[in-house]
């Protein structure tokens, strides 16, 4: 069971051929409701490819909750852990589309509300899952008790660190699979040679470079996974697709190389639609694509 804890949103996204300065205002030329948050994008990667994932976080008690908890249930995802807030507004995520690419205003609303007191209250859930996944878009404290009951339990963690936030460096440690983006792994350890970096952190460590791919150390050397070109329509959820195939096929019993060839497969494909979820691939659509190798476990 891959148990998957962060946020759960609505996107309100604006499509625009220029993007407006501060005081200005542009026309737009579309806009759209999507699903969102990046712990339910990461969930929802992590069903569509065959994974057993269970949902934990907080809704609003209106209307954008009863639709994201409905979502992500018709996506396969279980969320019987998942808390309705009364009085509350569910999270929102407010993305301007330019030229393919994304700036977010990031609103929690009730994702502020996954506190150690509601993951206690779902502990039971919670160790009956063999992976964790989880991401910056809920409070640190409660990612510090995920990170340390997960190092207690033997859980293995993957741990996307977006939006940045600081971390205390000892809890990096615990976790079994770091994802950064190159932005990220520099706020996190500051201005320092990549390989030497993925060096301190063999096997561990994956620094994802969008449209470039991944850099990783094999335990041997570092190693360079190109990215799989595609057509580009929205990059909105590339690294939650990432994030959540790399954590499927690693529950499958696949070595860290395959699990990364599987995951920038998935990523390559999550950009060729509109909005977070859009393209995120099924596993029958990944395993059409030229570079899916059958004897992966999956």
């Known amino acids: 069971m891959i148990g998957v804890i962060g946020s759960i949103s609505t996107d309100f996204v604006v499509t625009t051929n220029r993007v407006p300065k501060q005081g200005e205002t542009v026309y737009g030329e579309a806009f759209e409701t999507t699903y969102g948050g990046k712990g339910a994008n990461q969930a929802v990667a992590a069903a569509?490819?065959?994974?057993?994932?269970k949902m934990f976080g907080c809704v609003g008690g209106d209307q954008f909750g009863k639709e994201t908890k409905a979502n992500l249930e018709d996506n396969g995802v279980d969320v019987s852990a998942v808390k309705t807030i009364e009085n509350t507004t569910t999270g929102s995520a407010h993305i301007t589309v330019f030229e393919g690419d994304n700036a977010i205003v990031y609103v929690p609303g009730a994702n502020q509300l996954v506190t150690i007191d509601y993951l206690k209250s779902v502990e039971e859930d919670l160790l009956a899952c063999d992976y964790f996944v989880i991401q910056n878009e809920i409070p640190m404290p409660s990612i510090q008790y995920l990170i340390d009951l997960a190092d207690k339990h033997d859980i293995k963690v993957t741990y996307d660190p977006a939006p940045f936030i600081e971390i205390d460096p000892s809890y990096l440690k615990k976790v079994d699979y770091l994802l950064p983006n190159e932005t990220e792994a520099k706020e996190m350890f500051g201005d320092v040679e990549a390989d030497q970096l993925l060096g301190q952190y063999p096997t561990q460590l994956l620094?994802?470079?969008?449209?470039?791919?991944?850099?990783?150390?094999?335990?041997?050397?570092?190693?360079?996974?190109?990215?799989?070109?595609?057509?580009?329509?929205d990059t909105t959820g590339a690294g939650d697709?990432?994030?959540?195939?790399?954590?499927?096929?690693?529950?499958?019993?696949?070595?860290?190389?395959?699990?990364?060839?599987?995951a920038a497969i998935a990523g390559s494909l999550s950009v060729s639609k509109f909005g977070a979820q859009g393209g995120m691939p099924t596993l029958d659509t990944l395993k059409a694509h030229k570079q899916f190798n059958v004897n992966w476990q999956i």
């Open 241 to 262: 697709t990432f994030s959540g195939a790399l954590t499927v096929a690693l529950s499958k019993g696949n070595n860290l190389t395959d699990a990364i060839q599987f």
């Open 48 to 53: 569509r490819l065959g994974g057993q994932v």
């Open 207 to 233: 620094i994802t470079l969008g449209g470039d791919g991944v850099l990783y150390h094999d335990g041997n050397q570092p190693v360079h996974v190109p990215a799989i070109k595609g057509e580009l329509v």
